[in-house]
């Protein structure tokens, strides 16, 4: 089996082990002779399952009981609405930042809902950044204040979380659980699940219980936090195999370490970052001080090597290297299950390549 | 490996060889180098999986340009709120038909978004039915009609659909592509994927894009149906994995014929329902007009007796029989997927029950 280097946005690379144990069970679950696809969400094998996958994110996450732990169908877009339909009432205004693409698609989704006010701007400067804390304008009495950890296109991170008055939301679909942060002090945090946490299809999503309370009892059943909280992700049919593999990757995580990840992360992105600083051949896109460690986005001096070099990393089995469509230039995506042999090969490549077209 | 007999309701089985081709290449998908879990939905692996899914499915429905194939994350309890989000405009009614929990449930979520008039109601007779098309109390101008094609829990299906002046609306979770039908003449149809079509976590959506238009501009972008048409279901990250399945099921499908399907669901149901009528020991949920050829729901003479059943049922492997909490019995079902030799094996069982308890 020849695996490739996986550099992709999302959907990701996964833990080749969490892939071989799915691999190994899917069609005979435990000894129960069906797949744990087939079974019921309302029996014991999928009960312990759930269990277990709620249990890990909690003790990953450091939580205790004043937030949930919830899976929710559909991703990080669905979140965009339903955080403001959920919290922020009539009246109120939301404070969101705008950092970049997503930061923008949950500030446009977030109007349809309610009166928003963007607390700063630096969704089109180049190179790309997050504001820092003194920047944000923020709004008396704000419903919450809404920030996206990571910009996974612009390749720009929160290095650290501001402190504000109203609760704070943020969209961590593609640095969660990446590295150390205190996800006690959030009121709302939710994460696609396709970057460091399973398949695409599905959010993790950590609420404060009491702002949960703020729901308007008119909002749809199936769209309030209130009724994951209450029915423990079971209120309907929750994507049962999806999260069996944010079990089985919450598992490799345990095992690994959470500390062991993190730092692993940080030098896997620091390793990467060096070569890019080394020269000036290679120019990363983002500030420093807000170079995302999931992210690594960077150009080269034309588009036409920026072309060469995701056609020739793509020979040496280094895939999914071509920036979003949005911003173009190179993006290598390096999540947790990213292997550090991978960066090797990277920053290999990525030397050769400036010696011989630099 | 021993594959036992799957009666769940959802997830339920699934077919054996589409499980056996995603274990294959689970881990490297079509000599990709890494899992259909880890491709990038914008990547040319996906592309293919995703085309093709929408094409079986069209094709399967017999559909042609004026309605879209939608993969919608969520289930069929998000397409209780989609549905009416979309389609019922202020100042407009709804009718329903309430035939069972599953309905009731649609109704109740309707009513978070508009008016809704119950044209009939069956839902707490016993037997279970489904009331017929000249008992329905339809608004005139209503802004659709919704039906349950068939109450899971009940075991109540309709066998002729209503013909309507108002588009016709149908939640098909448990008998979408079971038996023919006209899909064309539906304005809106949608079915959770986890009875006859794959994975929990996903809706198929069949929709008259004419329709889709009614959707108010203010609606979050990610729940209007009209995002999903114009971005082909790829508006954000969809639950690759889940479609992939149901490529997989879809393909068995066509290979399979689905007239021979459907053929061999009527036939799996009649041979199970001649049992229940050939004695006094089992007694059928539904009245025999309404009867589901899915969801085969029975009692036997006591609770005592309904226990001893599925204890002994699942020794014999057939596992899944206890009808749903809410309402207790016995409940075969039979999706597509399910085996002939598994509805011999819960034949020849039910026989030997009655001869020893009757």
Chains 1, 2 share one sequence.
């Not at 920047?135 to 919450?144: C, D, I, Q, S």
Request: contains cysteine; glycine residues 8%; hydrophobic residues 40%.
């Amino acid at each position: 089996m020849a695996r490739v280097y996986n550099f992709n946005a999302g959907p990701a690379v996964l833990p080749l082990e969490a892939l071989q144990e799915a691999q190994a069970e899917l069609i005979d679950f435990k000894g129960s002779g069906m797949s744990i696809l087939e079974c019921s969400h309302r029996g014991k094998e999928y009960d312990a399952v759930h269990a277990e996958a709620v249990d890990n994110f909690k003790k990953l996450l450091g939580l205790g009981d004043e937030h949930a732990v919830l899976f929710i169908a559909g991703g990080a877009s669905l979140q965009f609405a339903m955080a403001p339909m959920n919290l922020l009432g009539s009246g109120q205004t939301a404070d969101y930042v705008n950092s970049g693409a997503w930061a923008l698609k949950a500030i446009k989704e977030a109007k349809t809902v309610g009166a928003v006010n963007v607390a700063a701007d630096t969704g089109k400067e180049i190179p790309t950044r997050v504001p820092s804390a003194k920047e944000l304008k923020l709004t008396p009495g704000a419903a919450y204040v809404h920030i996206t950890s990571n910009e996974t296109i612009a390749g720009a991170q929160w290095k650290t979380f501001p402190r504000t008055d109203a609760p704070l939301v943020a969209d961590m679909s593609s640095d969660i659980l990446s590295r150390p942060f205190d996800a006690k002090s959030f009121g709302l945090i939710y994460a696609g699940a396709q970057k460091n946490l399973g398949p695409s299809g599905i959010a993790l999503v950590i609420v404060r219980k009491d702002l949960a309370e703020r729901a308007p009892a008119k909002l749809p059943v199936i769209l309030q936090y209130r009724t994951f909280i209450e029915e423990n992700s079971l209120y309907n049919t929750p994507p049962t195999f999806s999260i069996y593999m944010m079990l089985l990757v919450s598992r490799w995580m345990l095992k690994t370490g959470p500390e062991t990840l993190y730092k692993r992360n940080a030098e896997k992105a620091a390793r990467i970052y060096a070569v890019i600083d080394a020269g000036g051949f290679y120019r990363g896109t983002a500030v420093k001080e807000c170079r995302s460690d999931m992210n690594i986005t960077f150009r080269l001096p034309s588009e036409a090597l920026e072309e060469q070099f995701v056609k020739e990393a793509s020979q040496q089995k280094m895939k999914g290297l071509k920036g979003h469509r949005s911003v173009g230039g190179i993006r290598a995506s390096v999540y947790n299950a990213f292997p550090v042999e991978g960066v090797e090969a990277l920053v290999a490549f990525m030397k050769d390549f400036e010696k011989k077209n630099g």
